[in-house]
């Protein structure tokens, strides 16, 4: 049997507080709202109780955020796509940020499973006063339990609607992709971790970001494997590539931590889903 799942989340300040508004259909909720950095920031927790997509099922999300409204928005563990004898397993996510809001979207890796027929899809789109701090980890396999991705397939669209499109299928059996050194070069978690502006930023706003991560990246163990970039100028990029999934995880959120203080003058609050 497969399950159809869909998820929406609406942030709005009431009363000097952002709160979160969410209904939901099928096995997909949001925990509590907490705040741990105070009423500015609401933070929650998204739950797929059944752990994982197989061939057919399909997890929709919407959220969206107004006003000064201000989310952070996480999950507990990976979202696993697991093998598929022909159906895809899909996950989209839609984000649409008005007025001034914010929004930060760190949920944890998605892991494809060898024969997995996947697809994961965002799309963010943004008014001109609001901002945007996202990441995307991806595993292939389980390397470090000998469980190797070599078959099957990973169809990732990451889209910020007249700003910027990424869209690539990633086949296990593509060996010069995978393997070769133009492509993932045997590694086998990518990594991207996103700031989008609804409006162009200044140039020193921009280069401090970006020196900010370097800086990082410099003094990191994946130094020769990322880097950071601004393809417009609404946005900045980091990218990397790591052998598993936590010095990739590790590198995104110092890079976060740092980006969340410069453009957001806010000193980072790591969810303590994290660390249980």
């Known amino acids: 049997m497969s399950w159809h799942a869909q998820l929406g989340m609406d942030y709005q300040v009431e009363a000097a507080r952002t709160v979160a508004r969410h209904r939901h259909t099928g096995p997909l909720r949001v925990l509590q709202s907490l705040y741990p950095e105070g009423d500015a920031v609401c933070h929650n927790v998204l739950v797929h109780p059944p752990g994982g997509l197989v061939g057919g099922d399909t997890l929709d ?3 969206t955020a107004s006003g000064a409204a201000h989310g952070l928005v996480t999950t507990p563990g990976a979202t696993r796509f697991y093998r598929s004898r022909g159906e895809p397993a899909v996950q989209r996510t839609r984000i649409t940020l008005q007025d001034k809001a914010r929004l930060e979207w760190l949920p944890l890796e998605a892991i494809a499973y060898n024969a997995c027929q996947a697809e994961n899809h965002l799309s963010v789109s943004l008014g ?32 910020v609607p007249g700003v910027w499109l990424e869209r690539g299928l990633l086949q296990a059996h593509d060996s010069r992709l995978m393997d070769g050194p133009l492509g993932l070069a045997g590694q086998r978690c990518m990594a991207s971790l996103f700031f989008v502006s609804g409006s162009k930023m200044t140039r020193e706003r921009r280069e401090a970001g970006l020196e900010l991560a370097r800086q990082v990246i410099a003094s990191h163990p994946l130094q020769h494997t990322a880097g950071v970039t601004c393809p417009n100028e609404q946005m900045m990029v980091l990218r990397v590539l790591a052998p598993l999934v936590e010095p990739a995880a590790d590198l995104l959120r110092q890079v976060w931590q740092a980006w969340r203080q410069h453009f957001w003058q806010l000193s980072a609050s790591v969810p303590r889903i994290w660390s249980t």
């Open 61 to 63: 999300i919407s959220v």
């Open 128 to 159: 001109p006063e609001a901002e945007f701090i996202g990441w995307d980890l991806t595993a292939f396999g389980l390397p470090g339990a000998d469980l190797p991705f070599s078959e099957g397939h990973f169809l990732q669209h990451i889209e």
